[in-house]
């Protein structure tokens, strides 16, 4: 039931989410997504490699952003006692929770690693107009050479989750005929019946 403007799970049914889980959700996932373009396309397009400096406080500041709004919706899941895959079968249980657990744990590792490489760049960290140096010695050769690798390695892994996420998402809405998109859509998308 509505607490605060948050839903809550009871027994082993799981109502429509509040607006506020839904509107996290979103912004995340597309946060995400811009993200993973524009650290993409400051590696491959040529103007972006010229306004190097810009675009990566830009990308840092995505993701600082992506970081705090993952964290406030770990906090509401928390919360209102949301679980992954609540009212489902027990094995789509276990894949809901394996995949939200795994979406968790690699935007935390990414963030981290993106925060790590700032501290190797000796940049520190930028929020607004706000600078935050670092406690790390600055070694820009490693940042470059590995610690960009295993950001990139963890982007690809979130991006292909993402696809698995949505895909899992359609099987429910196309397959199963249940209710498990519908209810994560925006409210003026979510009264249609996927039974219909």
Not at 34 to 48: P, S, T, V, Y
Not at 97 to 120: Q, R, S, T
Request: positive net charge; hydrophobic residues 55%.
């Amino acid at each position: 039931m509505a607490k605060n403007g948050l839903e809550k799970v009871t027994g082993s049914s799981v109502t429509e989410e509040s607006a506020l889980f839904k509107v996290l959700h979103w912004l995340i996932a597309v946060l995400i997504v811009f993200q993973g373009l524009l650290g993409a396309a400051n590696l491959r397009i040529a103007w972006l490699q010229d306004h190097l400096a810009s675009a990566i406080v830009v990308h840092e500041e995505i993701g600082l952003l992506i970081l705090l709004l993952t964290l406030s919706l770990f906090i509401v899941r928390v919360i209102t006692g949301r679980r992954s895959g609540a009212g489902a079968q027990p094995s789509h249980q276990l894949w809901a929770k394996m995949v939200h657990g795994a979406f968790y744990g690699l935007i935390f590792v990414e963030c981290a690693i993106g925060i790590w490489i700032m501290g190797l760049l000796g940049k520190g960290l930028t929020i607004l107009a706000w600078h935050m140096p670092l406690p790390i010695t600055a070694d820009p050769h490693f940042a470059f050479s590995t610690v960009l690798q295993w950001h990139a390695a963890v982007a690809l892994t979130l991006a292909f989750l993402i696809v698995i996420h949505s895909l899992a998402a359609l099987y429910h809405h196309y397959v199963l005929r249940d209710h498990t998109l519908t209810r994560m859509l925006p409210v003026c998308l979510s009264r249609t019946n996927p039974k219909s």
